[in-house]
């Protein structure tokens, strides 16, 4: 009985024990577990803090490059704005240029418009400033699209050298059967070569006026080489005839319609008026005789070349510029009256004075129209067509024999090339379309401005 209690009580024992191990063992593992979730817990805030401090870190380094930036951007635009480009930047933007010589469309490359900002234009916190200028262009037409800015001066030197040819027949007589001619064939051959040098000046009044004065001085000279045939002349007579002096002076008066940009017209209206201080065809002496080719005397022709028109005349009209990056289309349109002279006499070699009465020479009406392209920040390139419609000429209110109404067309090729901001210089080259019109015109401007 002892052996079987002592047993009992050893497995009840072992029992306990087990029971008590399984207790304690139970009470353990929530503190196990604990500690590991506490170590996840502080890796994952180390890891945390040092990402913040990486942030921090980039955070910094961005604030540094981009105070480095801003200090870049402020050197770029003062440099250039030193060199100039900054107004080139908001011609190209709106196809307009601030303050500068009238003689030349310097547009900025698409490149560097591309490149450039608002930011480069004008400095932070300043609205930028609308130019209302039309755009430059090489200019090849009389006109110029460009005003001068108000309170400068623009002087204006130019050359211009003309020449034409023109052949002439003259048939006097009669015919007794078709295609036979009994009496004078007079043939004619007339080289004309003609030279202007003028000064203009050019003032602008306010930022949409101006005011021009011209004044030329004119060379010319004139050969005409004819052989008479039926008169027993089996050679050339060559006649030959000069004249130099002061031109008509004119005046001009320009003022710019509205404010035009980018692919919006522009639009300057003006009117010319022209004098007749240069030497008129009527003042100059005439190598004829009356009725010199009936009585086959004298030459009919001027023994010296006028100067001038010997008219007095007015001439309104609008000059347009229509820029379209990267070009400038641009043209003119006017209307020239001259006015009618009464008591007009011509002096005649061997017969004195000629009375010729009232003298109204026709009224021209002009049409013409061009490209601009700049070539670069400093050359430009135009190319255009001018037409003219030019009226009869009457006497004593009716037509003079032979005077028919004129068509001249002439092609135009210039060229600008600006030294500065204040001299440039302008080339035209004018060819000739049409048979009455001048074969070839050169013509060179130098503008100044003051």
């Not at 080139?88 to 601030?98: C, K």
């Not at 003259?170 to 070569?193: C, F």
């Not at 602008?204 to 006026?209: A, D, E």
């Not at 048979?435 to 130098?446: E, G, N």
Request: charged share 20%.
């Amino acid at each position: 009985m002892i052996g079987n209690r002592g047993v009992r009580h050893s497995v009840a024992a072992a029992v306990g024990l087990a029971l008590m191990a399984s207790t304690v063992a139970a009470q353990q593992a929530p503190a196990v577990e604990s500690d590991e979730l506490h170590q996840q817990v502080k890796a994952q805030g180390e890891r945390l803090n040092a990402m913040r401090s990486q942030i921090a870190a980039q955070m910094e380094q961005l604030e540094t490059m981009r105070r480095t930036l801003a200090a870049q951007e402020a050197q770029y635009r003062e440099l250039r704005q030193a060199v100039g480009l900054d107004v080139l930047d908001r011609q190209r933007a709106g196809n307009i240029r601030a303050a500068g010589s009238s003689a030349t469309a310097l547009p900025m490359p698409a490149d560097a418009v591309a490149a450039a900002g608002p930011e480069d234009t004008q400095p932070v916190g300043q609205a930028p400033q609308r130019d209302s200028r039309p755009p430059e262009v090489a200019p090849i037409f009389d006109q110029p699209g460009v005003l001068t800015p108000p309170g400068k001066l623009i002087v204006e030197p130019s050359y211009q050298f003309g020449y034409s040819s023109a052949d002439r027949v003259a048939l006097v007589g009669y015919t007794i059967i078709p295609a036979i001619l009994i009496g004078l064939v007079d043939v004619r051959q007339v080289k004309t070569t003609t030279q202007t040098g003028a000064i203009a000046l050019r003032y602008g009044i306010t930022n949409r006026m101006e005011a021009e004065v011209r004044i030329p001085f004119v060379h010319g000279h004139t050969d005409t080489i004819s052989r008479e045939i039926f008169t027993g002349s089996a050679t050339d007579r060559a006649f030959g005839a000069s004249g130099s002096g002061l031109g008509d002076i004119e005046a001009t008066l320009r003022y710019q319609l509205n404010d035009g940009g980018a692919d919006k017209a522009y639009y300057v209206a003006w009117l010319r008026a022209k004098s007749r201080t240069g030497r008129d065809p009527f003042e100059v002496t005439t190598d004829c005789v009356q009725r010199c080719v009936q009585n086959a005397t004298g030459t009919g022709l001027p023994l010296q070349l006028p100067t001038g028109s010997g008219f007095y005349s007015l001439q309104p009209g609008v000059t347009w510029l229509y820029p379209s990056d990267p070009v400038v289309f641009f043209g003119n349109v006017s209307y020239l009256h001259n006015f009618a002279r009464n008591n007009v006499s011509r002096t005649l070699v061997l017969a004195g004075k000629e009375n010729l009465g009232k003298i109204q020479v026709g009224d021209v009406a002009d049409v013409s129209v061009g490209m601009g392209l700049a070539l670069n920040e400093k050359a430009s390139f135009s190319i255009g067509y001018d037409q003219s419609w030019v009226g009869v000429t009457k006497q004593n209110n009716r037509r003079v024999a032979g005077s028919v109404k004129t068509v001249l067309g002439t092609l135009l090729i210039g060229g600008s090339y600006r030294f500065s901001d204040k001299r440039t210089l302008n080339f035209t080259l004018g060819v000739g379309v049409t048979r009455d019109t001048p074969d070839a015109t050169v013509t060179v401007r130098v503008p100044m401005m003051y």
